[in-house]
Structures are given as C-alpha cells and as structure tokens.
C-alpha cells in the first residue's frame, strides 16, 4: 500500500503563489508516475501535472508555464509550485501515485485533497 499526506493549500490572492507538497510513504517501489490533479465544485477532477521517472512532466494546458511539479527523493515528496494564481485555479487539489507509467493511466492511490482559494 502507499499512503499520500498532501499540505500547503490556503488562500491567496489573484496572482499569488502557493507550494503544495505531498509525503509519500509506503511501497514507495511500486511506484512509476506521481501527479497532482484537481476538483472544482460542480466539475470533473482533472489532471494538473504528473512527473515520470523524476524528470518527463506533463502539464495541462491550462496551467503550462505558470505551474511546475517536481520531486525530492531524499524526501519521498512530491511538490507543486503555482505561481500566477487565478481565480479558475481554485479547487482541492489531490496528490496521486500510479503503478503505471503510462501517461494518463488512473492513478491507484489518491491523497485526501487540500483546499485552494484563489480570490479575485
């Protein structure tokens, strides 16, 4: 099993910062891709960004060059660093572990999602 603890939400204003991290523990090997998605109310939960191998990103488009995904193994954390925040970015964000490395796959473990407030 793999457990995912995610922290750093909050609220911040239009065009803030915010770094959300998520601890991984567990069966760290089984481990290929890790990922953070999001879930806005009345919307589907969609991918945000997830990292390969600790160096392949894919971002969703609505958040390339403004958001970036990264990972300390030392740590067994996985980071995702917004900049240029909007209004649209908020939702509770989860942090996510998948088996597969196939980009895209539903990942099999989730975190227990953090808040993001963006106000205008």
């Known amino acids: 099993q793999v457990q995912l603890v995610e922290s750093g939400g909050g609220l911040v204003q239009h065009g803030g910062s915010l770094r959300l991290s998520c601890v991984v523990s567990?069966?760290?090997?089984?481990?290929?891709?890790r990922g953070w998605y999001r879930q806005a109310p009345g919307k589907q939960r969609e991918l945000v960004a997830s990292?390969?191998?600790?160096?392949?990103?894919i971002y969703a488009d609505s958040v390339k060059g403004r958001f970036t995904i990264s990972r300390d193994n030392a740590k067994n954390t996985v980071y995702l660093q917004m900049n240029s925040l909007k209004p649209e970015d908020t939702a509770v964000y989860y942090c996510?572990?998948?088996?597969?490395?196939?980009?895209?796959?539903?990942?099999?473990?989730w975190g227990q999602g953090t808040q993001v407030t963006v106000s205008s």
């Open positions: 996510a572990a998948s088996r597969s490395s196939v980009p895209g796959a539903t990942p099999d473990y």
């Open positions: 567990g069966s760290i090997s089984s481990i290929s891709a």
């Open positions: 990292i390969f191998g600790g160096f392949i990103t």
